[in-house]
């Protein structure tokens, strides 16, 4: 018998438009698709912004304003309605890109990032929509039946191009509501409801000058504001991982509580904020959660009246396919890399604050008033607390390269990544970012001095070589007969002149490269090392403010290496 020859054939693999739209809308809430909606028109206003920047230079940063974009908003019983004009929709991304299924976004720092938002509120809210967009140079227009669309051949959607206004608009208007959904729309309840949420997801927005409008209300922002001027310093931190997503971090009391011992303490005012302790979550300046208190956001034990008073805040910022939040956008990714990165300094931060707490109440115990530090004297401006995002970008500069005074005012510029800082190291941190040197260079000079110490014994630790230093350190002290110092503390810390020496000695302490990189700064900082003892020890000598200013400069290249690396 003769064998059958085979013969290639071809499996269609194309999907149903029911399944599509069907597995779309299943689990995602009608609320989440209004949020959706927003993001996209969010997403807008902060590309519009991006495109009228001159400087294109530096990497994206998140806007610090969005005044003049605005949102408004309409709920009711026949129809859901959203209008922005936030930027518009070129024809060219709505022919390929915008209601394309699962189309991820390519927008810059974006909050709209997994492609379906769109499509998923058009099919979920209603079965009708009508779209109308105009960027200000071309105007289309097209219109969405469900019903029709599912049981049509092919996937395309006929739109029309119309004369422009010359004015940036979207409109998005959906009809055929669901029953259940229409009750919801027209109940006063559910929208002041509505209201409040988009206060609190977009709380940054609406703080940076975004107008949203719901029902012709303006949404008020629903940010809890931590307090500055406290008995307990918040907790500050911010650094980038090594793919690019840039975390800031801000934890401590609400700026409405109270510790017992506190004069102002008030009972009813506490109680009244009870559901606001915890943290928040943000990606790209969207609140992803909200003061949560569960192990998701590192409670190891149950959040009790001890931590009573806590808020914290962490803010995510960088490529939106790489930010820890769920497709939803309702709940946070607790695999994602950063996350986990985040999440042990979000343990620290409450440990610290359980500090305060036991110190706080141990002083109520004593019958010892605790009082936040006095204010500034009057006629002179507050000094401005460390920023907690948007800090400027890393900028890598040559040894032999100075700092220009008349940028950089303090002992350590702001984007100063803190990665490594923990506890005394991170305050002494923050200490020498808000010190301004020319007004203070003495206490600059001292502080200088001690943040390099503490700067290379954490780096030492990081990189398991603090007990070769320590024993390099015991031997050269038992030699010097001169010296009184202990020698049998393994922990022993290092003068200033003994870490330059043992640095310049092991040069490959510094990686691979470095060496010859930091060899001219550490040289510089070996030569400066008698100015820096004698802002602390000589009652004689002057410095200038031109001299602690050249100090710093020449400093920066090595002191930034230790931090960071």
């Known amino acids: 018998m003769a064998t059958k020859k085979s ?221 500055e001027n406290g008995p307990y310093a918040p907790d500050r931190k911010l650094y980038k991982t090594e793919d690019g997503i840039s975390i800031f971090l801000h934890a401590g009391q609400h700026s409405k509580h109270r510790f017992v011992a506190e004069p102002d303490y008030d009972k009813e005012t506490n109680s009244q904020i009870t559901d606001e302790f915890g943290w928040t979550i943000f990606c790209n300046d969207r609140a992803v959660v909200s003061h949560d208190r569960s192990a998701k956001t590192g409670w190891f034990a149950k959040f009790h009246s001890e931590f009573y008073g806590f808020v914290g805040e962490v803010n995510f910022v960088g490529d939106p396919a790489k930010l820890p939040w769920t497709t939803t956008k309702e709940d946070v990714d607790l695999n994602n890399r950063a996350y986990q990165t985040a999440l042990d300094d979000m343990r620290r931060f409450a440990e610290n604050w359980r500090s305060n707490a036991t110190d706080a109440k141990k002083k109520k115990k004593q019958h010892i008033s605790l009082n936040p530090p006095p204010s500034p004297p009057k006629g002179r401006p507050a000094k401005k607390e460390l920023p907690v995002s948007n800090p400027k970008p890393t900028i890598k500069r040559k040894v032999v390269e100075k700092v220009d005074h008349h940028q950089i005012a303090t002992i350590l510029p702001a984007d100063i990544d803190e990665k490594h800082c ?83 000695k092991n040069p490959d302490i510094f990686g691979a490269g470095k060496d010859q990189y930091l060899k001219h700064s550490l040289t510089r900082m070996q030569h400066h090392k008698k100015m820096l003892n004698s802002a602390a020890h000589n009652a004689y000598q002057p410095i200038n403010r031109s001299e602690a200013l050249q100090i710093r400069d020449e400093i920066l290249p090595i002191l930034r290496h230790l931090i960071e690396n």
Not at 427 to 437: D, N, P, S, T, Y
Request: charged share 25%.
């Open 422 to 504: 923990n506890d005394k190291h991170l305050a002494l941190v923050h200490e020498a970012k808000q010190l301004v040197l020319g007004n203070f260079v003495y206490s600059g000079l001292v502080l200088m001095r001690i943040l390099f110490e503490t700067t290379v014994v954490t780096y030492l630790i990081r990189h398991s070589a603090f007990d070769a230093f320590s024993e390099t350190i015991k031997k050269e002290r038992e030699k010097d007969k001169k010296t009184n110092a202990p020698t049998g503390n393994s922990s022993i810390l290092p003068s200033l002149d003994e870490a330059l020496t043992y640095l310049a």
């Open 7 to 227: 013969t290639a054939f071809e499996i269609d693999t194309t999907p149903s438009k029911q399944v599509i739209v069907e597995s779309l809308t299943r689990d995602i809430s009608i609320d989440a698709c209004v949020f959706d909606l927003i993001d996209n028109a969010v997403d807008a206003a902060r590309n519009s912004i991006f495109a009228k920047k001159k400087d294109s230079s530096k990497g994206p940063e998140l806007p610090i304003s969005y005044k003049g974009y605005e949102i408004k908003i309409q709920f009711g019983a026949d129809a859901f309605s959203i209008q922005d004009n936030c930027g518009g929709i070129s024809i060219a991304d709505l022919k390929t890109s915008v209601l394309r299924f699962g189309e991820r976004s390519t927008h810059q720092l974006g909050i709209g990032v997994f492609g379906v938002g769109l499509n998923r509120a058009l099919f979920k809210i209603g079965r009708t929509s009508n779209i109308v967009t105009d960027t200000g140079t071309q105007r289309s227009e097209l219109s969405l039946d469900t019903e029709r669309y599912l049981q049509a051949v092919g996937w395309a959607l006929p739109a029309v191009e119309a004369p422009t206004t010359g004015k940036a608009s979207t409109i998005i208007k959906i009809g055929g509501l669901s029953t259940e959904t229409a009750r919801r729309f027209a109940d006063k309840n559910e929208i002041e409801k509505f209201g409040s949420e988009i206060g609190r997801i977009y709380s940054r927005f609406i703080e940076k000058g975004l107008r949203i409008l719901v029902n012709r209300k303006v949404v008020e922002s629903h940010a809890i504001e931590i307090r």
